[in-house]
């Protein structure tokens, strides 16, 4: 009786591990609070900065910065603004249906997780990056994150609506 008890043990073990296996190595954990964190940082350096308007969260950036987000993610080689089919961030949100003048930024961490402390030591002391952040005219944002088990990715769309 003990050694099928053992026995039924193991290969529950076994199942759950090889249903463990099977599973793909990108994490799909809700980053919405991670997301949300970066457009309140972004609001509080643009008001450091003098800006006196309200970022605004657009579903259409943020499409954009999924988009990027997933290719960086997946590919390797990628660690900037280009994608790897040669898009690039204004393409990128034209694709998505943003009218209006974008730029972007990527943080990559070696990591399964990213948080903000990260995301900002990357971004708050690039001088380019920092440009961007500061900038009153981008009122706003799509933000996209993504974790796989050694590497975490989170991409910034702002956005200087059209002048109509």
């Not at 099928?4 to 099977?22: E, I, K, M, S, Y």
């Not at 008001?47 to 259409?60: E, F, W």
């Not at 799509?142 to 109509?164: C, E, H, I, M």
Request: net charge negative; aromatic share 6%; with cysteine.
């Amino acid at each position: 009786m003990a050694r099928l008890a053992v026995r039924t043990g193991v290969a529950v073990v076994l199942a759950v591990l090889a249903g463990t296996a099977a599973r793909p190595a990108t994490a799909h954990a809700d980053n919405k609070r991670l997301n949300d964190s970066v457009v309140a940082n972004v609001y509080t350096i643009q008001h450091h900065a003098g800006c006196t308007g309200n970022i605004k969260i657009d579903p259409l950036l943020q499409r954009a910065a999924e988009w990027h987000t997933d290719d960086v993610l997946e590919n390797r080689d990628i660690n900037g603004d280009i994608g790897s089919d040669g898009s690039t961030p204004q393409s990128r949100a034209v694709a998505a249906g943003f009218r209006g003048t974008v730029a972007e930024t990527v943080a990559i961490n070696p990591a399964v997780a990213i948080n903000g402390i990260d995301i900002l030591n990357q971004w708050y002391y690039d001088p380019a990056a920092f440009a961007i952040m500061s900038d009153c005219a981008n009122t706003l944002m799509g933000v996209w994150s993504a974790n796989s088990l050694d590497r975490s990715v989170v991409v910034a769309v702002y956005g200087k609506p059209a002048q109509t």
